[in-house]
């Protein structure tokens, strides 16, 4: 296994403007999935996808948020008009059906977002 | 709602010392359940997990057991190194769901 990647590790952007994070989950695992993390607290869910279909969001996922995972394999999550609250990791997961069961998710490094 | 509570930390222990890190639950199922380990500037790693009551998880020296009666799945070390410290989180994953709910983490520091 290569591990789940995300890129940007870090981005730093001023309030207003749009960002967006990839992820690239382990290449055989169907399930995609996306958390935040701010300082001090735990990782909360955001969304998930299986496959190509997002198929939960968190009420945390305001309208501004929109994230995507078009062929099945990589995700992409947009912030739009950032705020200074948006400032925390966003971590991706990855997970399958054949490995532990979808409940085992593996992580990624995560994008830590800065908001000016 | 789904919750998990962890003790807070920081828990500051020497090497060779034993480590307890309490974790409780609130789950309107039968949970499966977690500890993840994150080291500085690293990813969230799976550490162990057990899906139903009274079922043991381990890895790398560390356990925990599965408590229906007192919801609960604390974490223990018979003796922690120095590469152990980390920070530690508690998970669960409600039957049927397979989002994470998270403590809020416990940071472990170990000392020569």
């Known amino acids: 296994d290569t591990g789940v990647s995300q890129d940007p590790r870090h981005k730093i952007t001023k309030r207003g403007q749009n960002v967006t994070f990839r992820c690239d989950p382990i290449s055989e695992h169907n399930r995609l999935y996306w958390y935040r993390q701010t300082l001090g607290q735990g990782p909360e869910f955001l969304t998930y996808f299986q496959n190509e279909a997002q198929l939960e969001k968190s009420r945390l996922l305001s309208d501004r948020f929109s994230a995507e995972r078009p062929k099945g394999s990589f995700s992409t999550l947009e912030i739009q008009r950032t705020e200074q609250g948006d400032s925390a990791m966003y971590l991706c997961?990855?997970?399958?059906?054949?490995?532990?069961?979808?409940?085992?998710?593996?992580f990624g490094p995560g994008t830590r977002l800065t908001v000016l | 709602g789904n919750s998990v509570t962890q003790m807070e930390g920081p828990v500051t222990l020497s090497e060779e010392a034993f480590l307890t890190i309490n974790c409780t639950y609130t789950?309107?199922?039968?949970?499966?359940l977690f500890w993840y380990v994150q080291y500085p500037g690293e990813g969230l790693q799976l550490l162990l997990k057990a899906t139903k009551a009274d079922d043991k998880g381990s890895n790398k020296g560390f356990e925990a057991t599965y408590r229906k009666e007192t919801t609960s799945f604390h974490l223990e070390k018979g003796s922690v190194q120095v590469s152990d410290s980390a920070v530690y989180f508690c998970?669960?994953?409600?039957?049927?769901?397979?989002?994470?709910?998270f403590g809020k983490g416990t940071m472990l520091l170990v000392s020569p």
């Open positions: 789950a309107t199922g039968y949970p499966s």
């Open positions: 998970a669960l994953s409600d039957q049927g769901y397979s989002t994470l709910t």
């Open positions: 997961a990855s997970s399958s059906a054949h490995r532990g069961g979808y409940n085992e998710q593996f």
